[in-house]
């Protein structure tokens, strides 16, 4: 298609995107009824300055509220099960929303997303990840960001490492001595100062607190409850280190190193950012929502974790369905859950011996489904529309 002659001016790049959108819609006319205004160009930049970050904490969170767990790992052992949907479903770049610790890492590596939000209503948990994110910066490869992560002397030659499997990470870490390192608690707070965060001496001492539990318990360490001993089918770090996805391969973001690579280079950009909210809330994801779109990005993947049976439990599921719905949306956006099978039964996507079950379920489909009228119940939710993953 030609410009028209009395079209107004505009850089060739810009062109071409308006009129590829103007024949997508012309073709499916539907698409326009989504509900969902037409984004700008993107604009996000290339790093994110460093006060950038800080700001975007501060402007996009909301007030800490309490979940009854410490989350410092996953208890999903199922969280691969659901990449090789991913991969099928051409789920990639975009804007990456997710909930929790360090299993959001493995689908950031798996999707390459442009810029990625972790939302979650605990601030330990932005603790969490701000810790993670020192550690990214100190650590160039796997094998460092283990030993710092879990207080282990790093191995004399890192790079001798580069093409290590999972199961010869995890070796090197059970034999390795503990070493906590003063100099290691100084580099984190230097790395995570320079980026002009505010952190109160509060904040620090919550950081290494969470530090001290990798260090203290090491491959060992499970995800726990408050007031509740650990449930057997909770894994270990270790097991989700070693876990794979349904068709046996290893592919979290520790898997190798280009994977870990993706992440760490977000990281070094700026562009993963843990934000405080309430994923049903009414600042965090609408302000996020909002970012998206002046910066013209839409969701690839929305990951809930468990969060909307909670959300659903305390009749607050129109509020987070909204929220969603504010979002701007690839087509082929998902939103990523897991579904712990003693809620009610086997889900039929469950893999033999997994207590969880990883979904993934079509964003659009979600909200237009919520728009006609809703979903009766958290096992309609979870059953309606969950891809294939086979």
Aim: proline share 7%.
């Amino acid at each position: 298609m030609t410009r028209p002659a009395s079209f107004p001016a505009l850089p060739g790049a810009l062109w071409r995107r308006l009129m590829l959108v103007a024949v997508v819609l012309a073709a499916f006319p539907d698409l326009a009824c989504r509900g969902q205004a037409p984004l700008p160009p993107r604009v996000l930049p290339a790093s994110l300055p460093d006060s950038t970050f800080a700001g975007l904490i501060e402007r996009l969170s909301e007030p800490e509220g309490y979940f009854d767990t410490d989350n410092l790992i996953s208890n999903e052992a199922s969280y691969q099960h659901v990449l090789g949907v991913l991969a099928r479903q051409g789920v990639a770049g975009g804007a990456y929303l997710g909930v929790g610790p360090d299993q959001n890492f493995t689908y950031i590596a798996q999707i390459e997303p442009e810029i990625a939000f972790i939302v979650d209503i605990r601030r330990d948990n932005l603790l969490q990840h701000l810790l993670f994110k020192a550690l990214f910066t100190l650590a160039p490869s796997r094998i460092e960001f283990l030993s710092l992560l879990f207080g282990r002397p790093p191995p004399p030659d890192p790079d001798a490492w580069h093409d290590a499997a999972a199961p010869r990470l995890a070796a090197y870490l059970d034999a390795a001595s503990q070493r906590p390192d003063a100099d290691t608690d100084a580099s984190i707070r230097r790395t995570l100062d320079a980026l002009g965060l505010g952190l109160s001496d509060e904040d620090y001492e919550r950081i290494s607190r969470i530090h001290r539990a990798f260090q203290d318990d090491g491959l060992d360490l499970r995800f726990s409850s408050h007031f509740r001993e650990p449930r057997p089918y909770y894994p270990t770090f270790r097991q989700l280190l070693l876990e794979t996805d349904r068709e046996g391969v290893q592919r979290s973001y520790l898997a190798s190193e280009a994977r870990y690579r993706v992440v760490r280079d977000l990281q070094l950009l700026n562009r993963v950012i843990p934000v405080v909210g309430d994923l049903a809330g009414a600042q965090a994801v609408p302000a996020i929502a909002a970012y998206l779109r002046e910066h013209g990005l839409e969701v690839s993947a929305y990951y809930t974790s468990n969060v909307e049976f909670y959300v659903m439990r305390e009749g607050r599921f129109d509020r987070f369905a909204a929220n969603v719905d504010a979002l701007p949306r690839m087509e082929n956006g998902v939103v990523i859950r897991s579904y712990f099978n003693r809620w009610q039964s086997t889900h039929p996507h469950t893999v033999t011996g997994y207590a969880s079950t990883q979904l993934a379920q079509p964003l659009n489909r979600l909200v237009e489904h919520h728009r006609r009228g809703g979903f009766r119940s958290y096992w309609d939710l979870i059953t309606a529309y969950a891809l294939d993953p086979d």
